[in-house]
């Protein structure tokens, strides 16, 4: 059974703060996704890693895919309150050619200001 | 391009009713997936249908249903409800044809009295 764990779970910081989320499993990924969501949304896509040891920068964030392609990090630099909300990494199901994500339990970030 | 709609948003029913739930993909789309969120087991796959066909299933009760018409335009039916049935369902669509981005709706939100 393919499972995805996210660490820490819930996660306080003040404005200008740096964090980092991790996401892990014991099981091969052939990509993982990171979505951020708003309270009352739908997941909001921010990057697909593909390639072990990938990185992926957007703006202040940064996205790390293993390289065994088994785990990923989101870190987030001078975290802002406008970065508030539940990140969740996911991974396609099997060889993932078909619409089935596993998701993580997500990490629910506040950054106070 | 207009994005994912589900209707309704928000539902309150009683314990034992059915309800039917409806998913308009991005247009072009013919991957279908629905997802269960609770706060206590997160994001949790349903089904995915494409071109009308279901083509994977989670492990839910067959109370959970669903079906894709020829637009492919998805809609969910939980019959008999339970309290337990109270979460947010979203749905996401994708082209369906590869390891490809799924992009999801607002969700309906589900409350079971």
């Known amino acids: 059974t393919q499972l995805l764990e996210q660490s820490p779970q819930f996660l306080s910081i003040q404005e200008g703060e740096n964090l980092t989320v991790y996401c892990n499993s014991s099981s091969v990924f052939s990509s993982l996704q990171w979505y951020r969501q708003e309270p009352g949304e739908g997941p909001v896509l921010l990057v697909t890693v593909v390639t072990g040891g990938e990185v992926k920068k957007l703006k202040r964030l940064t996205f790390q895919f293993g390289d065994a392609r088994k785990d990923s990090s989101l870190h987030i630099t001078a975290a802002q309150p406008g970065d508030t909300g539940l990140y969740l990494c996911?991974?396609?199901?099997?060889?993932?050619?078909?619409?089935?994500?596993?998701f993580g339990q997500g990490t629910t970030l506040q950054v106070k200001p | 391009k207009a994005g994912v709609t589900q209707t309704p948003r928000y539902l309150i029913k009683t314990r034992g009713q059915q309800v039917t739930l409806s998913c308009s993909p991005i247009?072009?789309?013919?991957?279908v997936s629905w997802y269960q969120q609770t706060p206590g087991q997160g994001l949790q796959f349903l089904f995915e249908?494409?071109?009308?066909?279901?083509?994977n299933k989670g492990n839910f009760p067959g109370r959970f249903s669903g079906r894709q018409f020829s637009n492919s335009r998805s809609e969910m039916n939980v019959s008999t409800l339970e309290l337990g049935d109270s979460a947010l369902y979203l749905c996401?669509?994708?082209?369906?044809?590869?390891?490809?981005?799924?992009?999801f709706g607002p969700g309906t939100r589900l409350l079971v009295l």
């Open positions: 996911a991974g396609p199901h099997g060889s993932g050619n078909t619409g089935k994500l596993i």
């Open positions: 247009s072009g789309h013919r991957s």
């Open positions: 249908y494409f071109s009308e066909t279901q083509r």
């Open positions: 996401a669509s994708s082209s369906g044809t590869g390891r490809e981005t799924q992009y």
